[in-house]
């Protein structure tokens, strides 16, 4: 089955850290274009940072220079390291994957799969 | 670029046609994508480059638009499409920007 699974979510004091992950299953992850976006409950999406198959990287302004995403091939996941969190990153976090359109043949940076999230909260 | 999506919310029957507006502060060149999300789920796909349905969509769900101005069209509106519609713009990156998000409620 084409998942993803994120875990490491959880309750971290402010100016804390903490490490996501996200663990691909039934496609190869290193052969996408993946992104972190994350939803404060009851409100709207927000797209955090996205790496390519060809290891470009690209962050939100609010995260710049306080997350950093990376991959491991080998393990088929995807990881956030986020540092020097703030109340305003509570939110779940999801791990997306760029669509893919076979009529061009091409990618696209709008998401065809999505993981259920993990929870962070920031609070003291 | 941001994206203004409107109404915020709106209340329709079984049956009903509605439409769903996003507005880009400039051009994106049909790079926008719709997804529906319904309660404790996580989004869906529903289209991408304004106007192309996604895999397994229903043909009832329509888009259409150019330049800054967009529309999600949902006819004849099913028990399962009650949900919360966000817009996507892709056409730059960083950032990918989303709309503030329409639920479409039952009346």
């Known amino acids: 089955e084409v998942q993803l699974v994120e875990s490491g979510g959880g309750l971290v004091r402010p100016g804390g850290s903490l490490r996501l992950s996200c663990v691909a299953s039934?496609?190869?992850?290193?052969?996408?274009?993946m992104n972190w976006v994350r939803q404060v409950p009851g409100r709207g999406l927000q797209w955090i940072s996205y790496?390519?198959?060809?290891?470009?990287?690209h962050y939100a302004d609010s995260v710049k220079g306080r997350f950093t995403i990376s991959r491991d091939n080998a393990k088929n996941s995807l990881f956030l390291e986020m540092n020097s969190l703030r109340v305003d990153d509570t939110a779940t976090y999801h791990c997306?994957?760029?669509?893919?359109?076979?009529?061009?043949?091409?990618?696209?940076?709008?998401?065809?799969?999505w993981g259920r999230g993990t929870t962070v909260i920031i609070s003291s | 670029i941001q994206m203004t999506q409107s109404p915020s919310s709106l209340s329709a029957s079984v049956g009903d046609t509605v439409t769903i507006t996003c507005r880009a502060s400039?051009?994106?060149?049909?790079?926008l994508a719709w997804y529906q999300q319904r309660p404790g789920q996580v989004p869906k796909l529903l289209i991408h480059?304004?106007?192309r349905l996604g895999s397994g969509v229903p043909s009832r769900f329509s888009g259409s638009g150019s330049g800054t101005d967009y529309t999600l069209t949902i006819r004849s509106l099913q028990p399962e499409d009650f949900a919360t519609y966000y817009c996507?713009?892709?056409?730059?990156?960083?950032?990918?920007?989303f709309g503030g998000g329409t639920e479409v409620e039952i009346k």
């Open positions: 480059a304004a106007s």
């Open positions: 996507q713009q892709y056409y730059t990156l960083p950032p990918l920007t």
């Open positions: 790496i390519g198959s060809d290891d470009t990287v």
């Open positions: 400039q051009g994106i060149f049909n790079s």
């Open positions: 997306a994957r760029d669509g893919f359109d076979v009529l061009t043949d091409s990618t696209f940076h709008a998401f065809d799969l």
């Open positions: 039934g496609f190869t992850l290193s052969a996408s274009d």
